[in-house]
């Protein structure tokens, strides 16, 4: 199998990050044009956005945690050329759990079930590491 594939879910990764991006800064300009912003604190403290703003802003500081475990990992399976099917399955289905997590957060962010697509995600990452810990050894 092409080791290059891995990238296509990574890619995906980053694209949800970037569009997350985008969705808080047309919150932020909406917020701020509602007057639902505390102009005094807005550059140095979270608490003076409105709770619409910090979900959208605390999701991305999501996608800079546990996500970068799976980017260092896709990167080390492409680089040893040890991606197969099972690798490429696991990533996506990494993805998309981020997918999920960001949507529940960024909508009802009931927490209950943002826990349960995260603790999946995390089991993913869990088993591409010791997939990856086997294809290192093997070699």
């Given at each position: 199998?092409?080791?290059h594939?891995?990238?296509?879910?990574?890619?995906?990764?980053?694209?949800l990050?970037?569009t997350?991006?985008?969705?808080?800064?047309?919150?932020?300009v909406?917020?701020?044009?509602?007057?639902?912003?505390?102009?005094e604190?807005?550059?140095?403290?979270?608490?003076?956005?409105?709770?619409?703003?910090l979900?959208?802003?605390?999701?991305?500081?999501?996608?800079?945690?546990?996500?970068?475990?799976?980017?260092?990992?896709?990167?080390?399976?492409?680089?040893?050329?040890?991606?197969?099917?099972?690798?490429l399955?696991?990533?996506?289905?990494?993805?998309?759990?981020r997918?999920?997590?960001?949507?529940?957060?960024?909508?009802?962010?009931?927490?209950?079930?943002?826990?349960?697509?995260?603790?999946?995600?995390?089991?993913?990452?869990?088993?591409?590491?010791?997939?990856?810990?086997?294809?290192?050894?093997?070699a």
């Amino acid at each position: 199998m092409n080791s290059h594939l891995i990238l296509l879910p990574v890619l995906l990764q980053v694209l949800l990050t970037i569009t997350l991006y985008i969705k808080l800064n047309i919150v932020k300009v909406r917020a701020a044009k509602a007057g639902d912003v505390n102009e005094e604190r807005r550059s140095l403290h979270d608490d003076a956005w409105p709770d619409y703003v910090l979900k959208i802003n605390n999701c991305i500081r999501n996608q800079f945690e546990v996500p970068i475990l799976f980017y260092v990992l896709a990167i080390s399976f492409a680089l040893i050329n040890a991606v197969d099917l099972s690798v490429l399955i696991m990533s996506c289905l990494f993805v998309a759990s981020r997918v999920a997590h960001a949507y529940i957060h960024t909508g009802s962010n009931y927490v209950p079930a943002r826990r349960k697509i995260f603790t999946f995600g995390v089991i993913i990452v869990l088993m591409m590491a010791l997939m990856l810990a086997g294809a290192l050894l093997s070699a």
